[in-house]
């Protein structure tokens, strides 16, 4: 009963390890890392503004795949400007992680953005 109870014990107090797929994403000189666990409510994932002109959407799709999603903030609403799927598990591969470097332009401004993305 005692070994039962301290197996169990040992269980609980073990550190669980929760994967999060980190992104760098730069844009006007400054560099923010979005960072997003896995979940299975795709569309509870909420768009983080990047400067005055993109949408950024990381989605960790429980183990099936990674999504990258970049959207020009328009009066009218978003307009998909690209898109990214990789899938899982990626592999990080050198210094821009699984995802190599992605650049993305405005079209209207003629701005860059730029991301690559790593699994932590």
């Known amino acids: 009963m005692k070994t039962a109870i301290i197996a169990a ?5 073990t550190p669980v390890h929760v994967e999060t797929v980190a992104c760098h994403v730069t844009y006007g000189g400054e560099t923010r890392l979005l960072r997003a666990a896995s979940t299975a409510l795709l569309y ?22 990674i999504k990258t999603y970049v959207y020009a903030d328009r ?9 990214a799927v990789f899938a899982y598990p990626p592999i990080n591969a050198g210094i821009n992680g699984f995802s190599g470097k992605h650049f993305v332009y405005e ?6 953005m730029e991301y690559w993305c790593e699994l932590e």
């Open 9 to 13: 014990l040992l269980l609980m107090s």
């Open 44 to 65: 509870n994932v909420p768009v983080v503004p990047i400067g005055s002109y993109f949408l950024f959407k990381l989605v960790f799709e429980e183990r099936i795949a």
């Open 75 to 83: 009066d009218t609403g978003p307009r998909p400007l690209h898109q």
């Open 107 to 112: 079209p209207v401004r003629d701005g860059e």
